[in-house]
């Protein structure tokens, strides 16, 4: 059994990381909508995408491509990545 | 009961929607973009899937530009109030209703913005007659594409390639062609499309909708809470959310998903047709009874305007109300629409058809009007 560890996209609204695990499905990538913990966001409230860390790069280059805006991407530590 | 009154709103609702409407309340409706548990995203899913239903049948090609509105008249004065400022000229039709007409109309009393009306008649000569309008600081078109008073078509592709050309914004009432006639926001060239949800896309009362183009960014009408950015004092600058305040109307807005599902397995081009052969159905027995006056009897579509035998068209409304037709009479906050088309003191009675109407309600109608003849003669 492997412990996998989660990384997240954050996004400008709830309407866009609808839109990125849109984006990451079509990829054939899973993700989960989650809301970004408020005590660690500049500007409050908050949602983005959770994904294997191990599919850091197929993410971002799978939202590039399909046009999401991403504000940063943290990692399971939550450091920037 | 016969309904010939979906101008105002469509009715009945498809099976689906009332289904729809009734489970998300029932099971599903947390408040969307509130939270991260199970009720709350389960509404915010659905309310994207109706952002894509309608970016895709409108050919907007991005979800996130389709901003949820009260109605179609809250969606026309973002776009106004959003995009307006004291000098600017705007262009709108002889034929628009209020919800075009007051939001202008106060804007040029209180706002310094100047505004001309172009008029619809003759057809041919729309797109001229809105090119000689066109000033330097003429910043915005707004025109509806159908009128709620006539089935007159308005030449929105030409319309949209002159704007285009002259770095006019364009921007559509849809209020009674959404799901009655084709639009393509791409071709036609529609910077914003102010929409129902209502009326011909099926939903229920509740909610409408703007669809932004790509070039369009607007100030806000409202300001307050939507769930993004709660510690910052501004609105948030990317659509939609910059646009929506407070809860929005889940039950409303999974109404209009069902609703667009509906009228797209429908196909609006089927749709129209059948209102196309309802109105000349109508037409030829209103004709038949005689004593009737149609405005605009070269236009058929979804609505047919008329008066009949001289009697105040409200009268005849109620007359026709307690035989179970429902109609519409009076102006339908529509003054300068009645005013193009002449009609008398009181205004006329308007009958307007939808997905749901057949031959037979046409059959109810005017054994109602013979009876009310038949009494006041």
């Known amino acids: 059994m492997t412990n996998e560890i989660y990384c997240t996209a954050a996004l400008p609204s709830l309407t866009y990381a609808m839109k990125a695990q849109r984006v990451l499905s079509a990829a054939g990538l899973n993700s989960d909508i989650v809301k970004l913990d408020s005590s660690k966001t500049k500007h409050g409230c908050g949602y983005g995408v959770s994904f294997s860390c191990s599919e850091t790069d197929s993410v971002k280059r799978a939202l590039r491509s399909g046009g999401v805006n991403v504000k940063q991407y943290v990692s399971g530590g939550g450091e920037l990545l | ?377």
């Open chain 2, 1 to 377: 009961m016969i309904y010939l009154d979906n101008a105002a709103t469509g009715f009945p609702k498809p099976e689906s929607v009332v289904s729809e409407v009734n489970n998300c309340i029932k099971n599903y409706c947390g408040n969307p973009g509130r939270g991260s548990h199970e009720l709350a995203l389960a509404s915010a899913e659905k309310i994207y899937e109706c952002r894509e239903a309608l970016s895709d049948f409108f050919f907007l090609g991005s979800p996130e530009r389709v901003v949820f509105t009260e109605n179609a008249t809250h969606s026309i004065n973002l776009v106004i109030k959003g995009l307006l400022h004291r000098g600017d000229h705007v262009i709108i039709s002889d034929m628009e209703h209020n919800s075009v007409f007051r939001p202008i109309y106060r804007m040029a009393k209180e706002n310094g913005v100047h505004f001309d009306i172009f008029p619809t008649h003759p057809e041919e000569r729309i797109v001229d007659n809105v090119k000689r309008l066109i000033r330097r600081n003429t910043k915005l078109v707004i025109c509806t594409h159908t009128p709620n008073v006539s089935s007159a078509i308005l030449p929105i592709a030409e319309l949209g390639e002159l704007c285009r050309n002259r770095g006019v914004v364009f921007a559509l009432d849809a209020a009674q062609s959404a799901g009655h006639l084709p639009i393509n926001m791409k071709d036609m060239k529609i910077d914003a499309l102010c929409l129902p949800g209502h009326k011909g896309l099926c939903g229920i009362q509740g909610c409408g909708a703007l669809c932004l183009g790509e070039e369009i960014s607007l100030s806000t009408l409202t300001e307050g809470g939507n769930g993004i950015n709660s510690l910052e004092a501004d609105m948030p600058e990317l659509s939609p959310e910059r646009y929506e305040t407070g809860t929005l109307p889940t039950p409303s807005i999974v109404g209009l998903l069902q609703g667009v599902r509906e009228v797209a397995s429908t196909g609006v081009e089927r749709i129209h047709k059948h209102e196309l052969a309802l109105w000349q159905i109508c037409y030829e027995a209103l004709m038949r009874l005689g004593g009737v006056e149609v405005y605009e009897p070269d236009c058929a579509g979804a609505v047919l305007l008329f008066n009949f035998n001289r009697l105040p068209s409200d009268r005849v409304a109620s007359e026709l109300g307690r035989a179970g037709v429902c109609v519409r009479g009076g102006y339908h906050c529509s003054a300068l629409g009645h005013k193009t088309l002449k009609t008398p003191p009181g205004g006329a009675v308007r009958v307007s058809f939808g997905l749901y109407n057949n031959e037979q309600d046409i059959d109810g109608l005017a054994d109602a009007l013979a009876h009310i003849k038949r009494k006041t003669e």
